[in-house]
């Protein structure tokens, strides 16, 4: 059973930049995919980056390319990601999620295990 606990959410002005984490317990494999997703009010959860534990490939939606970076401190079993250039159309609820594998890692839809979320608000 794997555990994700997010944090480093807030609220910053458009332009401004946060990091949010994502703490992981209770992995056995040797490979996952760790994802961060988000869902605002009335729309569809969008998957936002990825990475393949194993081997560092990074995955990423088309709306946050360039700005979000997405990384891994694998002694500390943390998934980083770094949101720069925020806008208010970022806001939303921020979910780490993983699933054993390291293929497809942003559009599978199979995650098994899902952190409680962290918010994140951007003001304009």
């Known amino acids: 059973q794997v555990q994700l606990v997010e944090s480093g959410g807030g609220s910053v002005q458009a332009g401004g930049s946060l990091r949010l984490s994502c703490a992981a317990s209770?992995?056995?494999?040797?490979?996952?995919?760790i994802g961060w997703f988000r869902q605002a009010p009335g729309k569809e959860r969008e998957g936002v980056a990825a990475v393949s534990t194993a081997f560092g490939r990074t995955f990423y939606g088309d709306s946050v390319k360039v700005r979000f970076t997405i990384s891994q401190d694998n002694a500390k079993n943390t998934v980083y990601l770094q949101m720069n250039s925020l806008k208010p159309e970022d806001t939303a609820m921020y979910y780490c999620?993983?699933?054993?594998?390291?293929?497809?890692?942003?559009?599978?839809?199979?995650?098994?295990?899902w952190g409680q979320g962290t918010q994140v608000t951007v003001s304009s």
């Open positions: 999620a993983a699933v054993p594998g390291l293929q497809n890692c942003l559009t599978r839809s199979d995650y098994a295990y």
């Open positions: 209770g992995r056995s494999r040797s490979s996952y995919c």
